[in-house]
């Protein structure tokens, strides 16, 4: 354990956001960090006034992200921020992330890593060329029970992988709320700002990226009908996609925000030789597991099992039968990098436990996702192959 907190500053993620209280929430979780510095709105009033929200010095709060990095890197080195939290909207991504690890810092960064495929790439190959960390937040991987499943697939519990099924079905864009005023809809729903992709770019990333952590597999195939349901928007908001994955199994992945009464019902199901495995994110403490030959077994966060794998129980922070869920699933993922960071600062090696978080292999993964994705839509063939 390192002797001192990890220092961080946060791009983005002021007091009107959404996404930055969840943030602060899961990185105050454990202790290991605190936020000395931010550049917290695009608006320099916000900013400031964001600034006194988490009683930030007032020559650390700063109102470009620019002049952050650029003079958190001035700072003397036990002063200095070791990584940066990036929690703007995708369009905001690239540019301050690529600062920071030109100027030295790690780099925590929301999904999707970037707005386009080319810039993944370039902020791949950064993180290669400077040897510092990238941690993605694909928040459902953090979950012990994700974890949990990752690790008996990987053991082969059910033999070899025949069938993946993952959906991940919402509501909340059902009307045209993006000209009603709602911000978190309007950026979400403007190619400039989010990307080629809506429904898939938002949360069909998410279960692109959850049934090849679980499985270990690998999408090499599609076959995607996007469409948009309500009139007058500009991108996806419902999808279907068929898969194939490196060992011959196939897939179906279904990613739609106009599923009216939905609100993030986001579910997995694997089937191989000997059975299947069912996790939903919204009972997320517990598997439930189909077997051919045996009656089904539900397994469950917390429990005294045998055998259950360290990964699920080094992420697992409370007794049996009290509820963990997407807090605790962000606070993990950002555990584990801290843990990873302070490792690195003693020139120690990370175990595998702490480098199990999402990085920019998997930011580059996502966007191969959303390209492919909406070329397979926008094709005559019926598969489309999956790009590198």
């Not at 000395?36 to 930030?56: Q, T, V």
């Not at 949360?203 to 270990?216: F, N, R, W």
Request: with cysteine; charged share 20%.
């Amino acid at each position: 354990m390192s002797s001192r907190k990890l220092r961080m500053g946060m791009i983005g993620g002021g007091r009107d956001a959404f996404i930055g209280s969840i943030h602060r929430h899961a990185l105050w979780m454990d202790g290991l960090i605190e936020i000395k510095c931010g550049a917290l709105s695009i608006n320099p009033e916000s900013a400031i006034e964001s600034g006194k929200d988490l009683f930030l010095d007032e020559n650390r709060t700063y109102t470009t992200y620019q002049d952050m990095i650029s003079k958190e890197a001035m700072l003397p080195a036990d002063e200095r921020i070791d990584f940066v939290s990036i929690v703007t909207p995708n369009f905001a991504h690239f540019e301050p992330a690529m600062m920071a690890l030109e100027n030295g810092f790690n780099v925590v960064i929301e999904k999707p890593i970037t707005l386009n495929l080319e810039q993944a790439k370039l902020l791949h190959a950064k993180v290669q060329e400077t040897g510092l960390r990238l941690c993605l937040t694909h928040t459902y991987s953090g979950h012990p029970m994700v974890k949990q499943a990752k690790a008996m697939l990987k053991n082969g519990d059910l033999g070899a992988i025949r069938k993946v099924w993952v959906e991940y079905p919402q509501g909340w864009l059902s009307k045209l709320s993006e000209r009603e005023g709602n911000a978190q809809a309007a950026w979400r729903t403007d190619p400039t700002k989010s990307g080629k992709s809506g429904s898939m770019g938002d949360i069909g990333t998410h279960a692109a990226h959850l049934a090849e952590y679980i499985t270990g597999l690998q999408i090499t195939e599609m076959c995607a009908d996007l469409t948009i349901k309500v009139d007058g928007r500009m991108l996806d908001d419902d999808g279907n996609v068929l898969l194939r994955f490196n060992n011959g199994a196939n897939g179906v992945l279904m990613a739609s925000q106009v599923a009216a009464g939905e609100e993030n019902a986001l579910k997995i199901r694997v089937y191989g030789e000997k059975g299947g495995i069912e996790w939903h994110q919204m009972e997320p403490n517990t598997i439930i597991l189909k077997w051919l030959d045996a009656p089904t077994q539900l397994l469950r966060a917390g429990s005294n099992y045998g055998n259950l794998s360290p990964f699920m129980t080094s992420n697992c922070r409370t007794p049996g039968g009290h509820p963990e869920g997407y807090l605790e699933a962000f606070a993990n993922i950002y555990r584990n990098f801290a843990l990873t960071l302070m490792a690195d600062l003693k020139g120690e090696k990370p175990t595998e436990i702490m480098l199990d978080f999402p990085n920019e292999n998997d930011g580059v993964r996502g966007m191969q996702f959303i390209e492919n994705v909406v070329a397979s839509s926008n094709s005559t063939e019926k598969w489309y192959p999956f790009n590198l």
